[in-house]
């Protein structure tokens, strides 16, 4: 099985977001179907069913390999990178 090599370099604790919803789509007009938080730095983007995926647009941008969902009662990691849960 798969392991992410990045969750380690993790900053504890979590960064907390940067806004409560995602900046771009506000922005652009659009609607988020759902967020993700950025475990780097606190961004918060949109998920990839939605219009601008802002959260994969963001790790590409900046590197920054792991997200968790920002979906509330959820509690679920991945990684960019290695593409799997954490």
Do not use: N, Y
Request: charged letters at 20%.
């Amino acid at each position: 099985m798969k392991q992410c090599t990045h969750a380690d370099a993790l900053p504890h604790p979590e960064p907390g977001p940067l806004s409560e919803t995602c900046p771009e789509c506000l922005a652009d007009g659009s609607h988020p179907v759902q967020l993700r938080l950025c475990l780097t730095c606190g961004h918060v983007g949109c998920c990839d069913s939605s219009p601008g995926r802002h959260a994969t647009q963001h790790h590409k941008e900046s590197g920054h390999p792991i997200m968790r969902t920002f979906e509330p009662g959820e509690r679920w990691r991945w990684c960019f990178v290695d593409h799997v849960l954490v």
